[in-house]
């Protein structure tokens, strides 16, 4: 990487006035050019500046990469956020038909959602769940995620029985903790995300 600073080396002095002043000193110990006016930096100055610039890039790439995997690393707002977790579901009960409220009475939910997709058979759109959905996130992070945000911090046994009681998933595209016999509106294919390794935290 070249020096952003100007390094000149100056070839001739002015010789014909025996008055010439000698080239400044300066602080860092580059000279000025009498003609130019241009600073001249020694070599070993450059080097300096070489190095002091090549380790600060270093250390600011070392910490965006130390945030980055922090990011990677941390859980979903939502999985330890109670307030948030409700306050996404119920904009998806509202805006996207997250439901049925319970699905052992689902009452005509289904007969609703598949009118709503383009008038699929029901059976059809029973079988399209949060559970099966490619935004569902069940991976042992994120259920480890899920156990910890309910007992506020901790993962534990309870935690696990609830998560597994309420078959809880979390939902990549609308940001909460959701059911796997649920579903909603903008149900995709290919779920649900069970490794790690696909597990995309946001
Ligand atoms: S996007 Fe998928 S996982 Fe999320 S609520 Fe809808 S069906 Fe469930």
């Known amino acids: ?64 990469l130390l945030e980055e995997r922090k990011r990677s690393d941390a859980c979903p707002r939502a999985t330890q956020d109670a307030v948030l977790n409700t306050k996404n579901r119920n904009k998806a009960i509202k805006k996207l038909g997250y439901g049925p409220a319970n699905p052992a009475k689902p009452g005509d939910f289904w007969e609703e959602k598949a009118e709503m997709w383009d008038g699929i058979p029901v059976n059809e759109a029973k079988s399209m769940l949060c559970g099966n959905c490619a935004a569902f996130d069940v991976s042992p992070k994120m259920l480890n995620c899920i156990n910890k945000g309910i007992k506020g911090g901790e993962a534990s046994e309870s935690g696990k029985d609830t998560i597994k009681a309420g078959k809880l998933g979390y939902c990549h595209m609308h940001h909460f903790k959701c059911a796997a016999k649920r579903t909603c509106d903008t149900w995709v294919t290919g779920g649900p995300i ?4 696909r597990n995309k935290n946001e």
């Open 194 to 197: 069970k490794s790690d390794k």
């Open 1 to 64: 990487m070249s020096s952003p600073f100007p390094t000149v080396q100056c070839t001739s002095f002015p010789t014909s006035s025996p008055s010439r002043r000698q080239p400044k000193r300066h602080r860092d110990s580059s000279t000025l050019c009498p003609r130019s006016g241009v600073r001249r930096t020694s070599l070993a100055t450059d080097i300096f500046r070489k190095v002091t610039i090549t380790s600060s890039i270093k250390q600011v790439v070392r910490r965006i």
